[in-house]
T-cell receptor, first 114, second 113 residues
Framework: DGGITQSPKYLFRKEGQNVTLSCEQNLNHDAMYWYRQDPGQGLRLIYY???????QKGDIAEGYSVSREKKESFPLTVTSAQKNPTAFYLC?????????????FGEGSRLTVL | DQQVKQNSPSLSVQEGRISILNCDYTNSMFDYFLWYKKYPAEGPTFLIS?????DKNEDGRFTVFLNKSAKHLSLHIVPSQPGDSAVYFC????????????FGTGTRLQVTL
């Protein structure tokens, strides 16, 4: 089945540690996105990538890093510089034209900093 | 600065009745709008969209209305079913921005028996 797989589903991290969230898609989509969701808030864009080896900052990129070495993969690293990393992280890929294609989301990864 | 607003955090509707979820936006550059549905601990799923060149789009039980002059859109679900109980997010984007979506804060819909 085609889809987006995020792992791990739940992750605990001590303060000061970096952590990498995995996102893999087998939909053959060119564009991929990372969003963050906090309670009572909408999804906010962290980073996005339209093609391999290229990515751009979203609205809240500080404290995060990404890579896009393969079309299928778009991992997100939450660094120790991110001041409030506890959140629900969602990866998505885009189908269709860049202007109007809807996004397909994975099931999310919940990160808790202890 | 919340560019997409969903002012009702929750809504309760009886099964079989109409559900109306509202969304307002402030950025006049937005020209494409989407609704997503989200169940707990899952990613959102796309529901329906509308371009700014239209004022209505229909897909089965779901209809989205766009009022550009009021910068307002609404999602109508008729008839509402218990399986529709979820959080609904309104999202907006501007042509040429690589589908960078700006989301509202969501409305939790509860469809009661």
């Amino acid at each position: 089945d085609g889809g987006i797989t995020q792992s791990p589903k739940y992750l605990f991290r001590k303060e000061g540690q970096n952590v990498t969230l995995s996102c893999e898609q087998n939909l053959n989509h060119d564009a991929m996105y990372w969003y963050r969701q906090d309670p009572g808030q909408g999804l906010r864009l962290i980073y996005y990538s339209q093609i391999v080896n290229d990515f751009q900052k979203g609205d809240i990129a500080e404290g995060y890093s990404v890579s896009r070495e393969k079309k299928e993969s778009f991992p997100l690293t939450v660094t120790s510089a991110q001041k409030n990393p506890t959140a629900f992280y969602l990866c998505a890929s885009r189908r269709g034209a860049p202007n109007t294609g809807e996004l397909f989301f994975g099931e999310g990864s919940r990160l808790t900093v202890l | 600065d919340q560019q997409v607003k969903q002012n009702s955090p929750s809504l309760s509707v009886q099964e079989g009745r109409i559900s109306i979820l509202n969304c307002d936006y402030t950025n006049s550059m937005f020209d494409y709008f989407l609704w997503y549905k989200k169940y707990p601990a899952e990613g959102p799923t796309f529901l329906i969209s509308i371009s700014s060149i239209k004022d209505k789009n229909e897909d089965g039980r779901f209809t989205v209305f766009l009022n550009k002059s009021a910068k307002h859109l609404s999602l109508h679900i008729v008839p509402s079913q218990p399986g529709d109980s979820a959080v609904y997010f309104c999202a907006a984007t501007r042509t040429g921005t690589a589908s960078k979506l700006t989301f509202g804060t969501g409305t939790r819909l509860q469809v009661t028996l």
